[in-house]
């Protein structure tokens, strides 16, 4: 396994996109050759997470096959998500999810909004531009079908700045409210997108908490 020092925004691009991702010693390699070297050498397996655990629940290629298929790992995440791009099926990460941009600042910090956004889009995702959409599709599309909800919140810490309405909090609860198959409805801080990523799979939201009391509430019905 080959761990990148750092995520970047072109790393997680390519990775969505199943490009392979190479280290510096690919490039040594190809002078030293004076061709293009393709060997598994110099892949970068997986990209890093902000949650450690996801870093060290596997060490070795032999202990990732070992391991229960539903394991949230970091671990081999990149060639996960070129696998599942190039099946015949093609199966993107966030295939089915609309993404909520909850919070004032996203309005502010453009560049960041704008690179989520890509995020999402282009690993096959939506992105819900209000609250009151938001909570008509919580109400109206989530029974029986696959579409599942994120509540991307930001950094703030008050209620009356985190962007979800007392009618939308109402919609997920009563969601939780009625028999589910699935978790409908996420709400995290925008940390999970990233590890998601990462571990090339819709992961818990258990290590994920907004900082805001509302958003708090929800995380709980979803973590």
């Known amino acids: 396994e080959t761990v990148a020092k750092l995520r970047t ?16 010693t690919w490039c040594d390699a190809c002078i030293a050759s004076k061709e293009i070297v393709l060997k ?3 892949l970068v397996t997986s990209l890093p997470t902000k949650i450690p655990l996801f870093m060290k629940n596997v060490t070795d290629l032999k202990s990732f096959y070992d391991k229960p298929r539903d394991l949230s790992t970091a671990a081999f995440g990149v060639p996960s998500l070129a696998t599942c791009r190039r099946s015949v099926h093609e199966v993107l990460l966030f295939q089915n999810v609309c993404f909520f ?18 995020l999402v889009k282009e690993g096959g995702g939506s992105v819900i531009t ?26 703030s810490d ?12 109402k919609a ?26 990462s ?22 019905l979803g973590k």
């Open 9 to 24: 925004m072109k790393a997680m691009r390519a990775a969505l996109a199943g490009i392979p991702i190479v280290n510096t």
């Open 158 to 169: 008050k209620d009356s700045m985190c962007g979800i309405t007392k009618v939308l909090a």
């Open 130 to 155: 209000s609250a009151a959409q938001a909570t008509k599709i919580v109400k109206d599309e989530l029974k029986d079908s696959e579409t599942r909800v994120v509540i991307l919140c930001d950094e």
């Open 40 to 42: 598994s050498d110099h």
């Open 199 to 220: 571990c090339s799979k819709i992961i818990s939201a258990e290590e994920y908490s907004p900082k805001n009391p509302i958003g708090i509430s929800l995380w709980h």
């Open 172 to 197: 997920v609860r009563d969601v939780y409210n009625r028999p589910i198959d699935q978790i409908p409805v996420l709400t995290v801080n925008s940390i999970w997108l990233f590890d998601s990523i």
């Open 101 to 118: 941009l909850a919070g004032s600042t996203w309005k502010r910090e453009t560049t960041r909004s704008k690179d989520v956004q890509l």
